[in-house]
Structure formats: C-alpha cells, structure tokens
C-alpha cells in the first residue's frame, strides 16, 4: 500500500507519543467494559489501549497492541497495530469497530491465521482512505465511500472519518516524514530502548573461613593391678654333728663334766615389699597445622540467547560488533 497516493484516514499513535519525549508512557486509567453491542470506540482512548492484548473469537491470543489508529474526524481509535509471529516480528492491522474489551483483553470477531495474512502495512505510517478501505474488505466489515465538495467521507460500522490531503506525518518518536522509521523496542512489556541485552551467570569461586570443630586435651586418673617377681632370702638352721678327735678335744673338754647348756642363733629372712613414687612420663599439647586439599563445587547457572526470524522475503543483515 501506498500512503502517499491518497487521502488520510487515521494517523497512527504509538505509547511515545502519549508522553513527553523521553517520559515514560503514562499509566493506563481505570475503565469500565463497554456494553454489549456498543462500538468499542466510543469507550476508548489510545492510553487504554496500548499493552492490551488482543485475542480472537475462541480466546486465543493473536499479539499485543503496538500502536494505535485514530479517526482524523472523530479522534477515536479506529484500528491497532498488533505483532503477531515469533518475537513480534510481524504487523497487522485489526479494526475496533466490532471489538469488545475486558480489563487488558480486547476481543475481536477475527482469528489469528486472519488477522496474520492482513494486506501490509508499514508500521506508523498514516492510513490512507484506499488503504483503510482495502482493509476493510479483507476483514469483510462493509463500507461505504461518498464525495461531497472535494471532501472524501468513509462511514463504515459506526466510525467516520474526514479528513484531507496531506503526505502524513509518522508520529514515532516525535519525527515527521513518512520514511522515518523506528528501532525495534520492547513488545513484551514497557518501551525500553531499542536493542536487547543478552545476559549470563559466571560462576566466582573462593574460600571462606569457619568452625570446622573443636577439639581439646583431658587428664584422668585409672587404676591398674601390677605384680612384679622378686628374687628374697631367708636363714635356714643347718645342725652339723661332728666326732671327738684330737684337733676338737682340748675344746670339747673346756666346760663342766655334766652340765645343762641352752645355745640359741637368730635366723633371718628377706621379704618382698612394694612402694610408689610419682615419675613424668611425657608431655602433651595441642596445636594446629594447615594442610591443603581440593573440594568441587557446583553450580547451574543460566543464561540468555536472542535469535530472531523474519518473514519471507525480507533481507536481514547480521552485524557482528564484538
């Protein structure tokens, strides 16, 4: 589609241009669901909208609402952008003229094979009467196209817009000019800034130092049973009898001739005796030594990776930095 061949018929309007430049977007206001079988747009407001995710008729999710489509007449929103396909790398653009919200979920009579195979559009640039009615056809919402003094009037399901001539200014960023394009950011959630950040865990090692145990030194006291062998003497009375001869004679014949003697000798003996001292045996302390060893530790650590997929036909060039 060519926006620059015809009349303008919805300007887009992305979360940027909802606030200051360099301002975050501002918070969605609290809304009430619209009646059944009230257009949608009558309820609506781009703040609202943007970061809704848009579902089909079955409640399975087609993509997020990247930017949004406002009547040139009314101001409302008319249509959104939504990224559909593998990291969002795709646009599509769905009406609201037959949506229904409920809290962030905005509901359309459109599946998701549908809405993907929409006719293309670039996103930011403004919509254009043909375009809008080239749209409308595909998603089969009826429409009708009057002239009156110059002036092109496009009513279809309850919208109307009226606009005029112009080669449409892109909204993005706050640039002017249809062939100012946009960086990528964030679909997944807040507008960050236009490049992923890919991370990863790192494993850091060390040492640390803690009380491993306690160890210490007690004395006591046992008793033991010890017999030790010792070698004793003793006097033993040994009579000896000897004959009278002439060396013992003159001896034998010194005392009386008939008297009464008593001759008495002490005998001895040796016995075994025990007695204790105290002695140092040996001297005992406690100390420490250091010594070294290996320990594994293990961790799972995590990390990103950021692929990308385009659709076909469109050239992607891969540029390595590092």
Not at 34 to 45: K, S
Not at 133 to 150: F, H, I, P, Q, S
Not at 257 to 267: A, F, P, Q
Not at 287 to 295: L, Y
């Amino acid at each position: 589609m060519d926006p620059g061949v015809d009349t303008v018929n919805a300007r887009a309007v992305t979360a940027r241009d909802a606030s200051p430049a360099g301002a975050a977007p501002p918070p969605r206001p609290p809304r009430e669901p619209p009646t059944r079988g009230t257009t949608v747009t009558h309820h609506l407001t781009p703040e609202t909208l943007f970061g809704t995710v848009v579902v089909g008729p079955d409640g399975d999710r087609i993509g997020k609402v990247d930017e949004v489509y406002l009547d040139n007449a009314t101001g409302r929103p008319e249509w959104v952008s939504v990224k559909t396909g593998l990291f969002g790398s795709h646009v599509s653009l769905v009406p609201l003229a037959e949506a229904s919200v409920s809290g962030d979920t905005v509901t359309v009579p459109f599946d998701k094979s549908l809405v993907k195979e929409a006719p293309h559009h670039d996103p930011g640039v403004e919509l254009s009467a043909t375009d809008e009615a080239d749209l409308y056809r595909y998603y089969g919402t009826a429409g009708t196209t009057t002239t009156t003094a110059g002036t092109t009037t496009t009513t279809t399901a309850g919208t109307t817009g009226t606009t005029g001539t112009g080669t449409g200014t892109d909204l993005r960023a706050g640039t002017t000019g249809g062939d100012v394009r946009a960086a990528g950011h964030d679909t997944s959630g807040p507008d960050t800034d236009d490049a992923m950040t890919r991370s990863r865990e790192e494993l850091r090692v060390g040492t640390e130092v803690r009380e491993a145990g306690r160890a210490r030194l007690r004395k006591y006291v046992t008793s033991e049973a010890v017999s030790r062998t010792v070698t004793v003497s003793r006097d033993e009375l040994v009579v000896t009898r000897e004959p009278i001869t002439d060396a013992n004679r003159a001896a034998a014949l010194s005392g009386g001739d008939l008297t009464e003697e008593e001759h008495e000798i002490v005998l001895t003996e040796e016995r075994a005796v025990a007695a204790k001292e105290t002695v140092p045996v040996e001297r005992v302390r406690l100390g420490t030594r250091t010594v070294a060893g290996t320990e594994t530790v293990s961790a799972e650590l995590r990390e990103e990776h950021i692929e990308f997929d385009a659709d076909a036909g469109v050239r992607v060039e891969d540029r390595d930095r590092a």
